[in-house]
């Protein structure tokens, strides 16, 4: 189910550092790890947990930052899915 944007503001006050971005639209994550393999090795953790939920964030890996987005491309919105799976990348998150 689409979320309206008030939805949205009120779901990210319980996430860590998620940014709705309107234009995408979508909510947005930057993370800061120690170095290339700790990157790496939150991608794979984040690539199951989206795995058991058939849902994918895009993910862009620039050295030891990654820079997640979440948005359910079939509905051309952010949904409840993209928030569980943002709570879920959170728990993931050293």
Same mark, same amino acid.
Request: glycine share 2%.
């Given at each position: 189910? @689409?979320? !309206?944007?008030?939805?949205?503001?009120?779901?990210?006050?319980?996430?860590?550092?998620? +940014?709705?971005?309107? $234009? /995408?639209?979508?909510? @947005?994550? !930057?993370?800061?790890?120690?170095?290339?393999?700790?990157?790496?090795?939150?991608?794979? +953790?984040?690539?199951? $947990? /989206?795995?058991?939920?058939?849902?994918?964030?895009?993910?862009?890996?620039?050295?030891?930052?990654?820079?997640?987005?979440?948005?359910?491309?079939?509905?051309?919105?952010?949904?409840?899915?993209?928030?569980?799976?943002?709570?879920?990348?959170?728990?993931?998150?050293?």
């Amino acid at each position: 189910m @689409r979320l !309206t944007e008030e939805q949205i503001r009120d779901g990210l006050t319980r996430l860590t550092d998620w +940014e709705l971005d309107p $234009a /995408a639209p979508a909510i @947005r994550r !930057t993370v800061r790890l120690p170095d290339f393999p700790a990157a790496i090795a939150l991608v794979n +953790e984040i690539a199951q $947990a /989206a795995e058991q939920v058939d849902h994918h964030p895009d993910i862009d890996i620039r050295y030891d930052t990654l820079h997640l987005a979440l948005s359910t491309h079939s509905e051309g919105a952010v949904t409840d899915k993209d928030m569980s799976l943002a709570a879920r990348v959170d728990e993931l998150i050293p």
